[in-house]
Nanobody, 124 residues
Framework: QVQLVESGGGLVQAGGSLRLSCAAS????????MAWFRQAPGKERDFVAG????????YYADSVKGRFTISRDNAKNTVDLQMNSLRPEDTAAYYC?????????????????WGQGTQVTISS
């Protein structure tokens, strides 16, 4: 099993920045991709960004391209999400996900493990 713990959420004004971090523990050798999803109240869980372990290939939702950057540190078993130029519509609970296959894409079915989430609130 793999455990994922997110941190770094909070309340910021529009235009500001936040950095989320996700720490993986347990059978981390089985992780080949990691990603961030988000879910706003009353809405479905949406893909934000993903990264493959073997080649660092990244994927981004159109809504965050140019503003968010996903990065990983395999030695520390962490994946970060740097979020800049934040907008009120970025408000959501952000979830870290990890998968046993080299995927990194937008389908939640590509991921086997999920964190508990961290809240991000952007004020206008």
């Amino acid at each position: 099993q793999v455990q994922l713990v997110e941190s770094g959420g909070g309340l910021v004004q529009a235009g500001g920045s936040l950095r989320l971090s996700c720490a993986a523990s347990g059978r981390t050798f089985s992780i080949y991709s990691m990603a961030w999803f988000r879910q706003a109240p009353g809405k479905e869980r949406d893909f934000v960004a993903g990264i493959r372990r073997n080649d660092d290939h990244t994927y981004y939702a159109d809504s965050v391209k140019g503003r968010f950057t996903i990065s990983r540190d395999n030695a520390k078993n962490t994946v970060d999400l740097q979020m800049n130029s934040l907008r009120p519509e970025d408000t959501a609970a952000y979830y870290c996900a990890a998968g046993r296959y080299s995927y990194g894409g937008p389908s939640y079915r590509g991921y086997d493990y999920w964190g508990q989430g961290t809240q991000v609130t952007i004020s206008s």
